[in-house]
């Protein structure tokens, strides 16, 4: 019986020990934490216009009226959104394809050049590529594609 008692109290002394250190262990994530979140509040402390070059806000304004917040809001979305482009994807498999070597400004200099040469020996198929494909074709325009297109 003395075993017992002596086994069941080395199992709660060993449980105690694992809960005491695993909760060290989380205070110290915590700490890293908080340490974490200091540095990054002094960095923009320090630095605020590189924070709102990446679209950080050092702090929110306060508005008088709904129109003023609407106005700062347009503002941010302007200022945050990138600029987009129309993308043109073509089915023609003698378009020219982008090919990555690893240097984008040569990189885009070839495909940009490739893609010109292109155009210009292949308007009529770049013209339909280009045209909103809401817009139905005429009769002679369908035509006139197919020509081109079997040429």
Known sequence: MKKIILSIMVIGVSLSFANAQETNNGSNE??????????KKELIQNNPEAYQA?????SE??????????TYDQQM??????????????NDPTFPKY??????????ANY?????????????KYD???KPADTPLSKEARLKLDENLNK
């Open 30 to 39: 915590m700490n890293n934490q908080e340490q974490k979140e200091k540095q």
């Open 54 to 58: 990446k679209g950080g806000v050092v």
């Open 61 to 70: 304004p306060e508005f008088n009226t709904k129109a003023e917040k609407d």
């Open 77 to 90: 979305r302007t200022n945050n959104d990138p600029v987009r482009e129309r993308v043109i994807m073509p």
């Open 99 to 108: 090919v990555n070597t690893g240097n984008k400004s040569v990189d885009a």
């Open 112 to 124: 940009s050049a490739a893609k010109d040469e292109w155009i210009n020996n292949n308007q009529s």
């Open 128 to 130: 339909q590529m280009v």
